[in-house]
């Protein structure tokens, strides 16, 4: 049997961890492969992992065709759809996956109309790839993602403006998407340098990116100088109103951070 392994459909999907790979390979030792790998022709498109650790220790296996399949963007939208399924994909891979699958749409959706346009007769047009594929919104990529709206929207900010030290920080779970998308903002050699110092140093550049953002805080003018009693201690109560805010705010800003450090604590285990 040959069987054809493209290195780009094999770094399509994230690859897994040293201790899930290991973890699979204790599995396929013990108890042999039972799910079949799929294939495209010859090509491989599910399986690599336990293609390579069956070759490596001589464990037989089987395979199956999908004959479903009519073109690459076939092969993508199943490995996407097979894999947006899985529990072990954490929110951030979900969210660049559903991404994708929402540009090879559009594309197909784009592709349709275009055809429909310069279509001599609507057979043509009804032979168009993906005619039926509904139109994809933020809001179906978010739940096809299990997310949030916002939490796509810091996903595709990672995705456009993140250095690839602080992609690969935010698939490890080093640093939550969250703070992953304020450190984005900075310039790359400091996304690089915040990566470097650990997590401690990278909560400290989301911190500082937030607190630049918040507006300046207007000062208080001091009374005139022929203030009359009640306009002094106006004046007094609005500075002790201003401070209080001021540590509300403190308070909220720590709460915030506690949260975030607390998610990444279990993110983590």
Same mark, same amino acid.
């Given at each position: 049997m040959?069987i054809?392994?493209?290195?780009?459909?094999?770094?399509y999907?994230?690859?897994?961890?040293?201790?899930?790979f290991?973890a699979?390979?204790?599995?396929?030792?013990?108890?042999?492969?039972?799910?079949?790998?799929?294939?495209?022709?010859?090509l491989?498109?599910d399986g690599?992992?336990?293609?390579g650790i069956?070759?490596?220790?001589g464990?037989?296996?089987n395979?199956?065709?999908?004959?479903?399949?009519q073109?690459?963007d076939?092969v993508?939208?199943?490995m996407i759809?097979?894999h947006?399924g899985?529990?072990?994909?954490?929110?951030?891979q979900?969210g660049v996956l559903?991404?994708r699958k929402? $540009?090879i749409v *559009? =594309?197909?959706? #784009?592709? /349709?109309?275009a055809?429909?346009?310069? @279509?001599?007769? &609507?057979?043509?047009?009804v032979?168009?790839p993906?005619?039926?594929e509904?139109?994809w919104?933020?809001e179906?990529?978010?739940?096809?993602?299990r997310?949030?709206?916002?939490?796509?929207?810091?996903?595709e900010?990672?995705?456009?403006t993140?250095?690839? $030290?602080?992609? *690969? =920080?935010?698939k #490890?779970? /080093?640093?939550s998407i969250n703070a992953a @998308?304020?450190? &984005?903002?900075?310039?790359s050699?400091?996304?690089?340098?915040?990566v470097?110092?650990?997590?401690?140093?990278?909560?400290?550049?989301?911190r500082?990116?937030?607190?630049?953002r918040?507006?300046p805080?207007?000062?208080?003018?001091?009374?005139?100088?022929d203030a009359?009693?009640?306009?002094?201690?106006?004046?007094?109560?609005m500075?002790?109103l201003?401070e209080?805010?001021?540590e509300?705010?403190?308070?909220?800003k720590?709460v915030?951070h506690?949260?975030?450090?607390l998610?990444e604590?279990r993110?983590a285990?």
């Amino acid at each position: 049997m040959t069987i054809t392994v493209n290195p780009d459909l094999r770094a399509y999907i994230d690859p897994l961890t040293e201790d899930e790979f290991a973890a699979l390979e204790r599995s396929l030792l013990s108890e042999g492969c039972r799910d079949a790998l799929v294939l495209w022709g010859d090509l491989l498109v599910d399986g690599h992992n336990r293609y390579g650790i069956c070759q490596k220790h001589g464990i037989p296996f089987n395979t199956t065709q999908n004959k479903t399949f009519q073109s690459m963007d076939d092969v993508h939208l199943w490995m996407i759809d097979n894999h947006l399924g899985r529990r072990s994909v954490s929110d951030f891979q979900r969210g660049v996956l559903a991404l994708r699958k929402k $540009e090879i749409v *559009s =594309a197909r959706a #784009s592709q /349709v109309q275009a055809q429909q346009s310069s @279509a001599e007769s &609507a057979e043509s047009a009804v032979s168009a790839p993906s005619e039926s594929e509904p139109p994809w919104t933020r809001e179906a990529v978010a739940r096809a993602a299990r997310v949030s709206s916002a939490t796509l929207g810091q996903i595709e900010k990672i995705q456009k403006t993140a250095a690839p $030290e602080l992609v *690969s =920080a935010v698939k #490890s779970g /080093v640093i939550s998407i969250n703070a992953a @998308a304020a450190v &984005a903002t900075l310039p790359s050699e400091e996304q690089v340098a915040a990566v470097a110092g650990g997590k401690k140093e990278l909560r400290q550049a989301a911190r500082q990116v937030r607190e630049a953002r918040l507006p300046p805080k207007p000062e208080l003018e001091p009374p005139p100088s022929d203030a009359t009693p009640e306009q002094v201690e106006i004046h007094r109560l609005m500075q002790l109103l201003a401070e209080l805010t001021d540590e509300r705010d403190q308070l909220k800003k720590k709460v915030q951070h506690l949260t975030i450090a607390l998610a990444e604590a279990r993110g983590a285990k």
